[in-house]
């Protein structure tokens, strides 16, 4: 759902990554469910998507 979003949004993960101040790596590592991030990250995430959160 996360990869869906931002594909939805025509951006890279590293450009998701520069708008939430995360590294790429974490993104690619949320989005694949390998780790769950914290809320307080997760609201980074989606308001970086223009999501409130």
């Given at each position: 759902?996360?990869?869906?979003?931002?594909e939805?949004?025509?951006?890279s993960?590293?450009e998701?990554?520069?708008?939430?101040?995360?590294?790429?790596?974490?993104?690619?590592?949320?989005?694949?469910a390998?780790?769950?991030?914290?809320?307080?990250?997760?609201?980074?995430?989606?308001?970086?998507?223009?999501?409130?959160?």
């Amino acid at each position: 759902m996360l990869r869906e979003a931002h594909e939805m949004q025509a951006i890279s993960a590293a450009e998701l990554a520069r708008r939430a101040d995360m590294r790429t790596a974490d993104i690619l590592e949320f989005e694949a469910a390998r780790i769950i991030p914290a809320r307080d990250q997760f609201a980074v995430y989606m308001r970086a998507l223009g999501f409130e959160a």
